[in-house]
């Protein structure tokens, strides 16, 4: 190989991995931005809660976050979705939430089908042919 062909070799790889630290660098960044925007609204969400739940309902809110998360999720976007349509005038206590949790158990504990097996069909048995 000519030195002037190595040159080129080298150029062309030097270029190849600069675009690639350039775009490991975007990656980054944009990953950064995410986890900032996704940050900042667990604050919002947070600074909603507690303006309109007193501290003994975030506690029952936060304990049932711990037994049953996607009930909690959803008692949570609720109530922030009050919050922000103003539906919810003052502060919610314990009792008010636990009625809340009420209403959600009822709406989201529909009767669900149940299969009856009827044994007496099936007790036929292959034995009993004579």
Not at 23 to 43: C, I, M, P, T, V
Not at 101 to 115: G, I
């Amino acid at each position: 190989m000519a030195d002037s062909d190595l040159e080129e070799l080298r150029k062309q790889r030097l270029a190849q991995l600069q675009s690639q630290y350039k775009g490991d660098a975007e990656n980054e960044n944009s990953q950064k931005r995410k986890e900032e925007q996704a940050r900042a609204q667990e604050d919002a969400k947070n600074s909603i809660l507690s303006q309109i739940l007193d501290q003994p309902a975030r506690a029952r809110l936060n304990t049932l976050m711990l037994g049953k998360p996607d009930k909690g999720k959803l008692v949570e976007n609720m109530l922030i979705r009050m919050a922000q349509t103003g539906q919810i005038c003052s502060k919610i206590g314990e009792t008010e939430l636990i009625t809340l949790l009420e209403n959600v158990n009822a709406q989201t504990q529909q009767k669900k089908p149940t299969v009856k097996f009827d044994r007496r069909r099936a007790a036929l048995d292959s034995d009993e042919d004579f």
